[in-house]
């Protein structure tokens, strides 16, 4: 790993990221360069004279400006594209520079200098509300959360550097070379702008939402927008940009007061500065990232306002005691490094983030109101207030920092409340935008929804039927297990008992899946219990139908023990793939154990439906399976707001892209095992097909080289009903027949049926493998992306068929149920006596009849001899019932072929 990886790694940086991150660091380091020169050019200026009360004027006149250059960037915000608007405010930026430096060449006076202290807050606004503009729209929340703390601190170097020149500047001369260094900073920020817009597509986006269901109060929207988020925001950063104005304030003060000579002030000021700037650079490169991981948004936000507010009732101690001078200097200047670096390095990077949730316009608009209105407002009224005291000496000792206590005491009221609005916002962005009432409100739709009878109560009765186990073997019959199912549906809390006893004692998995389905229909608590044991039992199939059926209930706080045992085990489990995965060389068995994962993380999920609350932990997973980027960022960050902590940290693993190696790591922190390190393969062929698939299963014996002490562990594997498993035992037993005598020796004297069931297997074995069947799926179109996992559900259906010579397959208008697919030979199509196509091995047609039974459009004549497979829809129906994959598969690629047909018609 090179140093530059090594550095990435240790900040959040993932590769893909490091060119763009690279770019927003250099960008806002060059508007820190500008930005800090011109403020310390005002203060060489302010602090020359009476800042007692200049300074409180300054922060007036300069909240002022700020405002109307928000309105004017706000009303621009509406008209230009953002990428238009963001080199237009450089540009304007660099235009108040030089009318700064015409100002500091012409006037020294106090006006003069409030006029260049409002233009440095005019450009600081400008510039800010530019940077996060585009980092908004470029970054999403979950990018957020690791990057805001990065590329921000790239002007916290630059400040340091402004600082040391502070120390350095005796003279007014000395500032038109700062402001010739800031103009060049400024034009190169707007290079390295363009750089970032060839690099990424530096538009707002608007997407549709559902309407908010707790929007602010009409008459407040003018001031507020629409989302409560939006308000709590601008209430919070008033009360907390009055306070940071009035710890500057009174830092400046006493500085000016221990030290009358305008060079020491300047030195001992930019030492502060150079301190804080520095001290709160590294905070955000090295720990930011950390810290919000470990504590997590709320207590991030309101850290700031806590720890300010016990600094601030710690100077009532110091005030009472009287203590010297120096003292409190010591203190004024701890304060002001303390409220720099938590609000530099804490506050706001995940003040920033909170706004991510919003859609791409509301999310400007609103940082553009927060920033440009209501933070100035904060700094007007502190202006204000220290003006007035100004007048009162004997209130201005002490005054200051009981308005400013009550301030914070406020902003952690606002800030608390900010953290629901988030989460609120973020529930909003993963909603559906149309849902319907009663889908809302009822997890899953069953057979008795569909015949028009909702009465699933305990009292429901039949009128008449056949008992419940006569019902209960009709589920096994095609043709009548719907309208059996509707009947023990029908039946209520009478057929619980009986089918509890067949989920506990049945070994038909079909069975008992219909089973499970039939009792989430009847939604009554027994019911819920024997769905609660099917999900205990060891085999994860069973478990994965059990969490499917209850999502038809509500959780019950008395069964959370059990299932965050069961999400315990599943993170085990994971963590055994992942490393097994992280061992493995081979591609197929790596893919083997990727499908393995999927199914962890969608027990995962149906764990978390009984831990809390359903809707929105269905609203995360469908979010997650989003193709669009931020929908699945705000469903991570949701995630991350509502489950435990380490579950999160499990979860999130999963579902990002990262190094294996990475995974692993997390997870071995996450969990600790107890369980002896073996091959995965061996773990595989132990535990068999109540933990895995039965493609894992066959991959994994066919990479088997078993030894004596494990040879008995393929003995399950033999007498396996699934075709595929038994057949790679088979395979194995042979190779060990075959190559370990004496070791298939020892098998046989202890399992002497071995040459008989071997003998059997061989003779009953189908002329095409099920693993080639596998293979003959995977090559055709329709099921090339579908993972071999899923295919393997399809063999037991595949029907092996010959045709001869010039032998018609259908005809033109007979009733088409079935799908081919060519193994052997060719196949013509023909409308009439024209050929339309032929078919080749691994080309399939009739795949419409798969999903609409509808008369053939043409016929299907061989050339020469052929063999086929032949997917009839009844089976299939089957397979796409426990297999979605399947089914969504075939859609995409129906409507892939959909559309080229419509172009060739265009």
């Given amino acids: 790993m090179t140093l530059l990886e090594r550095w990435q790694q240790l900040v959040g940086i993932r590769p893909e990221e490091g060119r763009t991150v ?33 300074l409180p004027l300054a922060y007036g006149v300069a909240a002022l400006a700020m405002m109307g250059a928000s309105k004017i960037y706000g009303h621009y915000e509406h008209h230009l594209p953002l990428q238009s608007l963001a080199v237009r405010v450089l540009l304007s930026v660099v235009v108040v520079t030089g009318v700064l430096g015409v100002l500091i060449t012409l006037g020294h006076s106090v006006a003069a200098a409030v006029a260049i202290m409002a233009g440095y807050r005019v450009i600081y606004l400008l510039t800010n509300l530019e940077f996060w503009g585009v980092s908004a729209v470029v970054f999403d929340v979950r990018q957020g959360r690791r990057l805001f703390s990065v590329i921000s601190s790239g002007d916290m170097p630059a400040k340091a550097l402004g600082a040391v020149l502070a120390i350095l500047i005796h003279h007014h001369s000395d500032l038109l070379w700062l402001l010739l260094t800031a103009f060049a900073a400024y034009l190169g920020a707007l290079l390295t702008l363009r750089a970032t817009g060839r690099l990424h597509d530096v538009e707002v986006k608007a997407a549709a939402r559902a309407a908010r269901t707790q929007a602010v109060a009409p008459g407040l929207r003018k001031w507020f927008g629409d989302s409560q988020l939006v308000l709590t925001l601008c209430l919070s950063l008033t009360a907390i940009a009055a306070v940071t104005t009035g710890v500057e304030y009174s830092f400046f003060v006493n500085v000016k007061h221990k030290f009358h000579d305008q060079a020491s002030v300047m030195r001992y000021v930019g030492s502060v500065l150079v301190l804080t700037y520095l001290l709160a650079s590294l905070f955000k490169l090295l720990f930011s990232h950390a810290v919000m991981n470990k504590l997590g948004i709320r207590w991030m936000l309101i850290a700031l306002p806590i720890v ?29 490094l303390l409220l720099e670096v938590l609000r530099r390095a804490i506050f706001d990077p995940v003040f920033l983030v909170l706004f991510q949730p919003l859609s791409a316009p509301e999310r400007l608009q609103a940082h553009t109101l927060v920033k440009g209105f209501y933070e100035p407002l904060g700094m007007a009224l502190a202006g204000g207030l220290l003006f007035g005291l100004h007048f009162f000496p004997a209130l201005s000792q002490w005054a200051p920092f009981a308005w400013m206590a009550l301030f914070m005491a406020g902003a952690v009221y606002f800030l608390h409340r900010t953290y629901g609005h988030y989460l609120t916002e973020l529930q909003h962005a993963l909603s559906r935008r149309f849902t319907n009432h009663d889908e809302a409100s009822t997890p899953s739709q069953g057979w008795a929804e569909v015949s028009g009878n909702k009465q699933n109560d305990a009292t429901a009765k039949p009128s008449i039927g056949p008992d419940v186990k006569q019902l209960i073997e009709a589920l096994t019959d095609k043709k009548r297990r719907h309208i059996a199912a509707e009947q023990l549906v029908q039946l209520g809390q009478t057929a619980v008992p009986e089918l509890a006893a067949v989920l506990q004692t049945n070994s038909d998995d079909a069975l008992v899946r219909r089973i499970a389905r039939v009792c989430g229909e009847i939604r009554v608590p027994a019911s819920r219990q024997a769905l609660v044991k099917l999900a205990q039992q060891p085999s994860l199939t069973r478990r994965e139908v059990a969490l499917r059926a209850l999502r038809s209930f509500e959780p019950d706080v008395a069964d959370a023990p059990l299932f965050e045992d069961l999400v315990l085990a599943e993170m085990q489990l994971a963590q055994v793939l992942l490393h097994g995965q992280a061992d493995t060389a081979d591609l197929g068995l ?43 960022a705000n469903a991570l960050e949701m995630l991350d707001n509502v489950i435990a902590r380490p579950i999160y940290l499990g979860l999130q693993t999963l579902l990002e892209v990262m190094p294996i190696r990475e995974k692993v790591r997390v997870f071995d922190r996450l969990i600790t095992s107890n369980l002896a390190a073996e091959p995965i393969v061996n773990t595989i062929i132990r535990c068999g097909e109540t933990t895995f698939s039965d493609w894992t299963i066959s991959v994994a014996l066919r990479q088997w080289q078993p030894i004596a002490s494990l040879a008995k562990e393929l003995l399950p594997h033999l007498g396996s009903t699934n075709i595929l498993v038994q057949e790679s035992a088979f395979e194995v037993l042979d190779q060990v027949a075959e190559r370990r005598p004496a070791l298939y020796q020892s098998l046989l004297a202890a ?14 074995t189908s002329h095409i493998a099920a693993i080639e069947r596998v293979a003959v799926l995977k090559n055709t179109a329709l099921f090339a992306t579908t993972p071999e996992n899923v295919l393997s559900s399809i063999v037991p259906i595949m029907k092996e068929v010959t045709f001869h010579d010039e032998e018609q397959i259908f005809a033109k208008g007979d009733l088409g149920t079935s799908l081919f697919i060519v193994y052997e030979g060719e196949v013509r199509i023909f409308n009439g006596a024209q050929q339309l196509a032929t078919f080749c091995k691994g080309d399939f047609f009739g795949e419409l009849a798969l999903l609409d039974a509808e008369p053939r459009s043409a016929t299907a004549v061989t050339k020469g001899n052929v063999v086929a497979f032949r997917l009839d829809q009844e089976d299939f129906y089957d397979v796409m019932e426990e297999r979605s994959e399947v089914l969504r598969n075939i859609m995409r690629v129906l409507c892939q072929r959909l559309r080229r047909q419509n172009e060739m018609v265009r």
């Fill in 751 to 764: 399992h002497p049926t071995l040459t008989s069931l071997r003998m059997s297997h061989h003779a009953t």
């Fill in 590 to 632: 790596h893919r083997a154990l990727d499908y393995e994962l999927t199914k962890v993380q969608q027990r995962l999920f149906g764990l978390l439906f009984q831990l809390y609350s359903p809707q929105t932990i269905a609203d995360v997973q469908r979010g997650v399976a989003h193709a669009a980027r931020e929908r699945q």
């Fill in 308 to 336: 300010v507010l016990a600094s601030l009732l710690l100077f009532g101690g110091l005030w009472v005691e009287q203590v010297r001078e120096s003292t409190l200097l010591l203190y004024f200047c701890g304060l002001y």
């Fill in 22 to 54: 690279g770019l927003f660091f250099l960008h806002n380091f060059l508007l820190g360069i500008g930005t800090i020169l011109v403020y310390v050019s005002a203060n060489v200026i302010l602090l020359e004279n009476n800042p007692e009360r200049n």
